[in-house]
């Protein structure tokens, strides 16, 4: 009897670490939010405004520092046959623009910066880049 119980035990013991297991690896893969225009605002004031300006035209405080001037970010659509090119502007978020062609190499590279900033929400800082990407997007002269 003794031995039954030690089994029972056991198996309940091992169910119950198996659905503890199940349901932290569901927390770790829950769906991505939407990105948030707001939460891009605040990110792009606090690390972007500074060269780009706090409206986006490229009139910040420090950009009379670079040999290129920082772009006007409102008028990304107006200059990629009115679409506005995300997948551009995350990738220069994410990996910095060191394409000559481009103007300036002086933007510093966010995506390793935002990993950071919320590592157990956001460990990769895909969430910042997205807020931001939707944030510029919703800048856009029309």
């Not at 939010?33 to 060269?51: F, N, R």
């Not at 920082?70 to 008028?75: E, I, Q, V």
């Not at 103007?103 to 895909?126: A, Y």
């Amino acid at each position: 009897m003794c031995g039954t119980k030690i089994i029972l035990l056991s198996a309940s013991l091992f169910a119950a670490l198996s659905v503890t297991g199940q349901q932290n690896r569901n927390e770790r893969k829950s769906a991505p939010k939407p990105p948030s225009p707001a939460a891009g605002q605040e990110t792009y004031l606090k690390y972007c405004a500074s060269c780009h300006g706090k409206t986006a035209k490229g009139d910040g405080p420090a950009a009379f520092v670079f040999r290129t001037p920082p772009p006007d970010l409102t008028t990304l659509s107006k200059r990629h046959e009115n679409k506005f090119p995300a997948g551009f502007v995350e990738v220069v978020l994410t990996f910095g623009k060191s394409f000559a062609s481009h103007g300036s190499e002086d933007m510093p590279i966010w995506g390793s910066r935002f990993k950071t900033l919320d590592p157990v929400h956001d460990p990769t800082g895909q969430q910042h880049i997205d807020n931001v990407v939707a944030y510029i997007r919703s800048l856009q002269v029309k």
